[in-house]
Nanobody, 125 residues
Framework: VQLQASGGGLVQAGDSLRLSCAAS????????VAWFRQAPGKGREFVAA????????YYADSVKGRFTTARDNAEKSVSLQMNSLKPEDTAVYYC???????????????????WGQGTLVTVSS
């Protein structure tokens, strides 16, 4: 499966933005789809994930209550709704997917086999 992330942009603190991760060459059925981000000069960090079949979701503490990930059946895509954005949310956001991931590995980027290109989110203060 190939992934295409989109929706990044420049917003002000407190604004909202919605990212999308679309699948091509297959569907997300039986996959875990995750969002990671990498800020300038920092390592890649886990943001959120969703199990397509069960719709179970997982979030990093830093975004819990502000970000929501969900699946879009019709579009064969996964969204990341980001509300109350902060300057520290500025990063390149990536979506990733893999089929068999245990809960303890959800936040581990090494567990994901497929990656989309990043989309830049810039939050100004």
């Amino acid at each position: 499966v190939q992934l295409q992330a989109s929706g990044g942009g420049l917003v002000q603190a407190g604004d909202s933005l919605r990212l999308s991760c679309a699948a091509s060459g297959g569907t997300f059925s039986n996959y875990v789809v995750a969002w990671f981000r990498q800020a300038p000069g920092k390592g890649r960090e886990f943001v959120a994930a969703i199990r397509w079949n069960s719709r179970n979701t997982y979030y990093a503490d830093s975004v819990k209550g502000r970000f929501t990930t969900a699946r879009d059946n019709a579009e064969k895509s996964v969204s990341l709704q980001m509300n109350s954005l902060k300057p520290e949310d500025t990063a390149v956001y990536y979506c990733a997917a893999s089929r068999t991931i245990i809960v303890s590995s959800i936040a581990n980027d090494n567990a994901y086999a497929y990656w989309g290109q990043g989309t830049l989110v810039t939050v100004s203060s």
